[in-house]
């Protein structure tokens, strides 16, 4: 008897797990994942710009710096110093802008390796995420490291996550990537709130030339073909890139600039998807056997 059968890469028992309704976050009403098949794509950037987008439209904001080997929310907001313990297995976020901010970062020497496996990494993603004091948040911004591993599937069971994000840039080579995220994340039921198409072009500041650098239009194709929301493009601009590395996100230090109406355009669909319940999970696939004698 020949029989066709659907075949997951996700174990049958992680995906059980991730499939059912994680506890919520003490003060915390909603939770989103920022998340790239790829590194190199501006992610970090992107969610750190989210954050304060969602700040700036008066909503109380934390954003949780999921990337135990390469922390970049302390450089981006422009933070030192460790959290304050305030009890015996809580701490107090750090914040700026507006926006309460916890990393691994705060923990660690800047130039210290975190070598650590799966097992460990599990573990500090889920201390920072139960064993910090939130406090009243209206939506915490998660930004996972690239990739399809252990930090995703973390997120996934211990989060109410109210959707994820996927940042690529235009390239081909990073949309093969991003498709591996938008898969994964559809595998364990996490609605895909969008897809972001950051560094789409470059416009010369000499003579205003756009410039395809990456390509143009990839995501917002991919979005399309899969059917899920184009939340819009982020050039890749020198402005950005400066204000970033010094700590002061572009947000934040120019929150009427172009840049910053981008970024802020983007947190208010994603909200209002939100808190309309337009986000919906993906259909469950029926595969049917069919025998032969």
């Not at 691994?104 to 390796?113: K, P, R, S, Y």
């Not at 064993?131 to 599937?153: F, K, N, R, S």
């Not at 890749?236 to 400066?242: A, E, F, G, N, T």
């Amino acid at each position: 008897m020949d029989r066709e059968q659907s075949v997951s890469d996700t174990p049958p028992d992680l995906k059980a797990r991730a499939t059912s309704k994680a506890a919520g976050i003490p003060g915390v009403k909603h939770v989103i994942a920022v998340a790239s098949g790829k590194g190199g794509v501006g992610k970090s950037t992107t969610s750190c710009n989210l954050a304060l987008g969602f700040a700036a439209l008066g909503l109380k904001t934390g954003i949780l710096d999921a990337d135990i080997y390469g922390p970049s929310q302390p450089k981006l907001f422009g933070l030192r110093g460790k959290p304050r313990q305030i009890g015996p297995r809580m701490l107090e976020p750090m914040e700026r802008f507006g926006v309460k901010v916890m990393s691994i970062g705060f923990l660690v020497e800047e130039d210290n390796a975190m070598i650590w496996r799966g097992p460990m990494v599990i573990s500090a993603i889920t201390q920072m995420l139960r064993e910090v004091a939130w406090d009243d948040l209206d939506i915490l911004v998660v930004d996972l490291p690239p990739g399809t591993g252990d930090a995703q599937l973390t997120m996934a069971q211990q989060a109410p996550l109210a959707g994820a994000i996927i940042v690529s840039t235009p390239q081909d080579i990073a949309l093969i990537d991003a498709r591996r995220g938008i898969a994964m994340f559809q595998k364990v039921s996490i609605p895909i709130l969008g897809l972001i198409e950051n560094m789409s072009s470059f416009c010369c500041p000499a003579c205003n030339r756009l410039t395809p650098i990456f390509g143009h239009g990839g995501a917002r194709m991919e979005a399309m073909r899969r059917g899920i929301p184009y939340l819009g493009e982020i050039p890749l601009d020198m402005q950005i890139r400066q204000t970033s590395d010094d700590g002061r996100p572009i947000v934040a230090i120019e929150p009427d600039g172009v840049h910053a109406r981008h970024y802020i355009g983007m947190a208010s669909e994603i909200w209002t998807t939100i808190v309309t319940g337009a986000a919906h999970r993906p259909p469950p696939r029926i595969v049917i056997e069919q025998a032969r004698a």
